[in-house]
Nanobody
């Protein structure tokens, strides 16, 4: 089992910045992908950004150019700049492991609240 612990959420004014962190522990296999999703009240969970294989990065259109994902082994970061009220959501860290047999497994953190408001 992989445990994911997020930190860095909070309240910020529009135009401000936050940096989220997520540390993975307990993995027996290679962590192939790490990333961030978010869920706003009354909405479905959506992709924010993912970091795969150490080199492939994917962003949602809504955050492209404002958010930056980075990864250092079992830790993934999300630098969020120029925050907007519509970025308000619970942000979830995710990790995907790959076993030697080629089986992929997904894990989720408990989530951290990000609120953008004046």
């Amino acid at each position: 089992q992989v445990q994911l612990v997020e930190s860095g959420g909070g309240l910020v004014q529009p135009g401000g910045s936050l940096n989220l962190s997520c540390v993975a522990s307990g993995s027996r296999f290679t962590i192939n992908k790490m990333g961030w999703y978010r869920q706003a009240p009354g909405k479905e969970r959506e992709l924010v950004a993912t970091h795969t294989g150490g080199y492939y990065i994917n962003y949602a259109d809504s955050v492209e150019g404002r958010f930056t994902i980075s990864r250092d082994k079992g830790t993934v970061y999300l630098q969020m700049n120029s925050l907007k009220p519509e970025d308000t959501a619970v942000y979830y860290c995710t990790a995907t492991t790959r076993s030697p047999a080629g089986v992929f497994s997904d894990y989720w953190g408990q989530g951290t609240q990000v609120t953008v408001s004046s």
